[in-house]
Structure formats: C-alpha cells, structure tokens
C-alpha cells in the first residue's frame, strides 16, 4: 500500500496569515492526490482533486501543487471559518489511503 | 443536487454482518463511480472499496473476502456489505461518489455503525 504522511500534524495561525499543509506519497502517484477539509461532525469536503483542481463552490483562497511524491496545500488569507481537518489522499493504485491529517487552529 | 443518503443498522453484533445501503437522489447513477469509506473513531480514514454502474468493483485487500460492494440500477442505490465484523469495524461509514479524476465530489452524511454484542 501507498503511505500518505501529512506534516504538520497540527498549525496554529492567524487570521490572514498562509498556512501551507504537506502531503508525501511513499512512492509516485503522478497527480492523482485529493485534498479536504473536514469540520467536526461532518462528512470531509472535496477542496482539490488532479493535485491542483479547485472543486466548484471552494474559495479561491484555496489552492493545490505538486505531483509525483510530493504535494502542497495552501491556504492563502486564512480565516476563521477554515478552523478543520485537512487530509490529502492518493488515487493512483488501489488500495487508495489517505494522510492522517493536519489539524489547523487559529491563534 | 446530488444527495446521497447511508442508511442501515447502527449496532451490528461481533461476527455477524454489517449491511449498510446508500440511497442516490437528485442525479444519475450511471457513469460514476460509487465507493465507500469509513473513519474510525481516532479519526483516521479508510477507502473500502468501489462500484461502477456496470457493476466492476474493486475493494480494499486489507478487507480480504469480508467485503461486497453491489449496486441497483433500477434502485438508484448501492450497498456495502462487510461480513464477520469485530469491534475493530466500529466507523463511521460513508458513501461517496467517485466522478472520475479522483474527484470525490458527493458525500453522504455518513453513519455510526458500532460493533458490540
């Protein structure tokens, strides 16, 4: 099984502060890597899928990069509403796994 | 708006079978692909496995002969079934549309199945 490890495991940041959350794949996925966004109690939300796609409805502030073993997710202008899990997933060979998440607090 | 909507038992007894259905409203079945997941309760994430509406699956291997994932066209619904399940099954379960470029668009509102006699 492909290996997902996110870092950092939690972020604390500011309100418009750039907070950047790293996903890596133990082997190549090219750019088939998912990106959510999870609020307690909820199903997870699709932000980026391809890597770098923004999902329909996703503010702008949200974007994606990277391919092959390593993968970014950034949120530009962070704001109190973006308080969440994140977690990447591959969906290049099966079994398809996913991060363990990234935790983002604000200060 | 596509909605999808799990529904089944939320107390399953060891050893016995989990049986879970997601119902597909306000869209098409055909031409996706139809996949559960579960997160258990440290919050960790699992895909389980997939169905196309030619009714191709692919599971996850860690689940071994347990699991079968069946879909009913005529329905608009695809079950999960997961057989001889442990206290290590306790999830929550989600169905989720797959609408290719790994794009997993359409979540259920997922369910808590716990598994305790």
């Known amino acids: 099984d492909i290996q997902m490890t996110q870092s950092p495991s939690s972020v604390s940041a500011s309100v418009g502060d750039r907070v950047t959350i790293t996903c890596r794949a133990s082997q190549g996925v090219r750019n088939w890597l998912v990106w959510y966004q999870q609020k307690p109690g909820k199903a997870p939300n699709l932000l980026i899928y391809?890597?770098?796609n923004l999902q329909g409805g996703v503010p702008s502030r949200f974007s994606g990069s990277g391919s092959g073993t390593d993968f970014t997710l950034t949120i530009d202008s962070v704001q109190p509403e973006d308080i969440a899990t994140y977690y990447c997933?591959?969906?290049?060979?099966?079994?398809?796994?996913f991060g363990q998440g990234t935790k983002l607090q604000i200060k | 708006q596509l909605q999808l909507q799990e529904s089944g038992p939320g107390l399953v007894k060891p050893s016995e079978t989990l049986s879970l259905t997601c119902t597909v409203s306000?869209?098409?079945?055909?031409?996706?692909?139809w996949t559960w997941m579960r997160q258990f309760p440290g919050k960790g994430l699992e895909w389980i496995g997939d169905?196309?509406?030619?009714?191709?699956?692919n599971y996850n291997p860690s689940l071994g002969s347990r699991v079968t994932v069946s879909i009913d066209l005529s329905k608009s619904l695809f079950s999960l079934k997961l057989r001889s399940v442990t206290a290590a099954d306790t999830a929550v379960y989600y169905c989720v549309r797959h609408a290719g470029d790994s794009r997993y668009d359409y979540w259920g509102q997922g369910t808590l199945v716990t598994v305790s006699s």
């Open positions: 997933q591959q969906a290049s060979s099966f079994p398809y796994t």
């Open positions: 391809a890597a770098s």
């Open positions: 306000g869209g098409s079945i055909t031409g996706s692909y």
């Open positions: 169905i196309y509406h030619s009714g191709s699956t």
